[in-house]
């Protein structure tokens, strides 16, 4: 098992930036895929942002050009960071861990998560 805790995630005006950060403890961190979901309120969970073993990342459309994923596997860290924010970015920003060897954008395919962090950019 692999256990996740998130952080750094606050209120901030809208073309503003933030960096995520996801330490990992437990299993091997660098057996896993590693990802990034957000939930607005009233809304589903959305895929954001994965990264493989090996560093190749995936980005959903409403965030390719303006967040960047990466990771630290030496501090078992994920990191996520977010520039030109838009109110729409809004909202609680999970982090979780995949075994999965494909579709590390779907939501189904990752095994763990973490509590949260909330984001809220401000027009």
């Known amino acids: 098992q692999v256990q996740l805790v998130e952080s750094g995630g606050e209120l901030v005006q809208a073309g503003g930036s933030l960096r995520l950060s996801c330490a990992a403890s437990?299993?091997?961190?660098?057996?896993?895929?590693m990802g990034w979901f957000r939930q607005a309120p009233g809304k589903e969970r959305e895929f954001v942002a994965a990264?493989?073993?090996?560093?190749?990342?995936w980005y959903a459309d409403s965030v390719k050009g303006r967040f960047t994923i990466s990771r630290d596997n030496t501090k078992m860290t994920v990191y996520l960071q977010m520039n030109s924010l838009k109110p729409e970015d809004t909202g609680v920003y999970y982090c979780?861990?995949?075994?999965?060897?494909?579709?590390?954008?779907?939501?189904?395919?990752?095994?763990?998560w973490g509590q949260g962090t909330q984001v809220t950019v401000s027009s």
């Open positions: 990264i493989s073993r090996i560093g190749g990342t």
């Open positions: 437990g299993r091997t961190f660098s057996d896993y895929v």
């Open positions: 979780a861990a995949s075994m999965a060897i494909s579709e590390y954008t779907s939501i189904n395919k990752y095994d763990y």
